[in-house]
C-alpha cells in the first residue's frame, strides 16, 4: 500500500549541517518527497504537535528543544513509508539504532535524535497537515 509520513529533520541535525546527507538518503531509500520546508516553530506549535507526548517526563524538554532552531519538515510517499522509513532512520535512542540508519549516523541521544518520523498511517496524514497545506504537496502523476 502507499503510504505517506511525515520526516522532520530536527534542530540538531540542521545545526550539524546534515540536511543534504539526510534528503540524500531519504531519496535513496525510494521515498517521493510531495513536500519540504525549511521553517521554524514556536514552543506552542512544538506542543500542540507532541500532544500526545504531554504527559511524559520529558516533554517539556521535547517542545523547547523543537523549538530551539530550524527544522525541515517533509511529507513523504512510498509502498510501506511509515515502516520503510523507520527502519532507515533507526531507533529512538541512537545508541540503539542499527548501523547505517539516519539517528546512528547523525543523531546523539534519545532527546537529540536527528530526525522525527510518523509512527502510524494515520499520523502520517495528520502531520503531513499540521505543516502543509493541500496546496503545498506536490503530486506527481
Ligand atoms: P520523535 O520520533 O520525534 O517522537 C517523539 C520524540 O520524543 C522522539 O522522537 C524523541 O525525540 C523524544 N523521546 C522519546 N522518548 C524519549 C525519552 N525517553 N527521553 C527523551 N526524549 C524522548
Redesign the pocket.
Known amino acids: 500500500m502507499i503510504e505517506k509520513t511525515l520526516a522532520?529533520i530536527?534542530p540538531d541535525a540542521v545545526k550539524k549541517n546534515v540536511i543534504g546527507e539526510i534528503i540524500g538518503m531519504i531519496t535513496k531509500a525510494g521515498f517521493r518527497i510531495l513536500g519540504m520546508k525549511y521553517t521554524r516553530i514556536n514552543k506552542e506549535q512544538a506542543g500542540s504537535f507532541?500532544e500526545v507526548?504531554k504527559e511524559?517526563p520529558?516533554y517539556n524538554?521535547?517542545v523547547d528543544y523543537m523549538s530551539s532552531g530550524p527544522i525541515v519538515p517533509i511529507a513523504l510517499e512510498k509502498e510501506n513509508a511509515i515502516e520503510d522509513y523507520r527502519k532507515l532512520i533507526g531507533s529512538?535512542d541512537p545508541a540503539q539504532a542499527e548501523e547505517g540508519t539516519v539517528r546512528k549516523l547523525y543523531g546523539e541521544s534519545?532527546?537529540y535524535?536527528a530526525v522525527?518520523?510518523s509512527d502510524s498511517v494515520e499520523n502520517g496524514i495528520i502531520e503531513i497537515g499540521f505543516f502543509f497545506s493541500k496546496s503545498e504537496l506536490v503530486l506527481c502523476d
Open positions: 522532520i530536527k507532541y507526548h511524559r520529558f524538554d521535547l529512538t534519545k532527546s535524535n522525527h518520523g
